[in-house]
């Protein structure tokens, strides 16, 4: 079954995570950080997502002990005949930035080109995001310097370092770090506290102690703990758990305390239609967090549908090699190629 495979995709590719906490909302006694360490959705043990920014300050000792033993990143794999695209990313309850909100879903989209000659393809980069601001990583860096040429101007990187407290420190030009496991190269990132944006880590900014916090690793991956514990040894390790998104998206996408659709159809609003937000928190009116497939990364497209987003990146010699026929797309069941409203956001 496809499912099996895209997993098995999705683990052999899956990121390291070093996440800076902000030690204000640190709990010294049990390590857990309400506001940076990633939880489940359901971590509160409700499926009521409206509730999450306030109950994450209030779980039992049991609870805690649950979300430091149970973390969850979630994916999701889209294949095409020339690509596979995943997507991981990473929930927290709240974003602590100027203008926090309930919810929190930075994510890393991973573009992976198929070799007949490797048995999980061939790594092209990542685009990791922050604040909805492409971060481009990749492996050729004359095609990363014209990717990048592609969105400067946009919105100035300065802005953001602003707001994400260490993270120019790992942006600066200097090797994206990988974990290396035969022909796979997993990406090792760097997430700021409190806004959780992601970046490519830099390992010497952290050893000199520019950021606290702790990394998250595969939990199938053994050689990351133990490469981990040695190299980083008095940084907290936690492995996390790889959960589809796909599949929760099948069991639960009409559940109108998890999700928000825009749509004021019936139709669009059934159990068929894709749901393009995460429900608001109670305080909020509006939801402020859309689903990583409504993201653009400031191209004319969505990530629902990657292989355009892919092809707008690339020249035009390098984009006839994109196919734009899918093979897995469980995301363009309604008006999917439409342009991003996020492409300017």
Known sequence: MHADRYSRLAEAWA??????????????????????????????????LRDNSANIFRLS????????????????????????????????????NLQSHAHDTENVWTIIKKNPKAVFGELVGHITNAHGHPMIYLKDSAKQSLWRAKVTGQWSTQFLFSMDRGAELHHLDSPIEYFEEGQVQRLIGFVASRTHAIYKFRSEAWLRGASYGAVYYPKNCQACSSDLKWTFPSTKAFGYEMVSWDNL?????????????????????????????????????????????????????????PANVHRWFESSEESASVSKRYLYNPYRRRSLASKSIWSTW
């Open 15 to 48: 990121p390291i995570f070093f996440k800076a906490y902000a030690p204000e909302f640190n709990k010294n006694t049990d390590s857990f950080n309400p506001v940076d360490h990633p939880v489940s959705l359901f971590f509160d043990g409700n499926e009521d």
């Open 249 to 305: 998206m099948r069991s639960r996408n009409s559940n109108e305390q998890i999700f928000y659709h825009t749509a004021e159809s019936a139709e669009v609003k059934s159990a068929a239609a894709l749901p393009e937000f995460l429900v608001p928190g109670f305080d909020e009116e509006l939801p402020k967090v859309n689903l990583f497939y409504q993201a653009g990364f400031k191209t004319p497209y969505r990530l629902n549908d």
């Open 61 to 96: 000792e049991l609870q805690i002990k649950s979300a430091l033993t149970h973390i969850p990143i979630y994916y999701s794999v889209i294949e095409t005949e020339s690509h596979f695209y995943i997507n991981y990313f990473i929930y927290h309850a709240l974003d602590m």
